[in-house]
Nanobody, 121 residues
């Protein structure tokens, strides 16, 4: 069982930056693929980024967002720069047991409670 807790969300103006963190419990953190997803009101949950030994990004965030992980701290980060109003959503951290990176939310086994990111225009 893995318990995930996100932090770092908030209100920011267009063009600003935020860094989200996701702290994970468990002693096998480094074996999990870690992902970030987001869900805006009335919309489906969508893939943002994922990391194992490599990274993957949604086209909408490439060049603006960076996912990273610190296995010694059991933490994954999402650095978000050049934020736009359309980035407004609840951001969720997710963990996947096997090593294959996927953008499909159904492939992830554990989820955090989410953190709100609001970008004002």
């Amino acid at each position: 069982q893995v318990h995930l807790v996100e932090s770092g969300g908030g209100l920011v103006q267009t063009g600003g930056s935020l860094r989200l963190s996701c702290a994970a419990s468990g002693r096998t953190f480094n074996t999990y693929v870690m992902g970030w997803f987001r869900q805006a009101p009335g919309q489906e949950r969508e893939f943002v980024a994922a990391i194992n030994w490599s990274t993957a990004y949604a086209d909408s965030v490439k060049g603006r967002f960076t996912i990273s992980r610190d296995n010694a701290k059991n933490t994954v980060y999402l650095q978000m720069n050049s934020l736009k109003p359309e980035d407004t959503a609840v951001y969720y951290c997710a963990a996947k047991r096997n090593s294959v990176v996927t953008a499909d939310a159904r492939g992830y086994d554990y989820w955090g409670q989410g953190t709100q990111v609001t970008v004002s225009s």
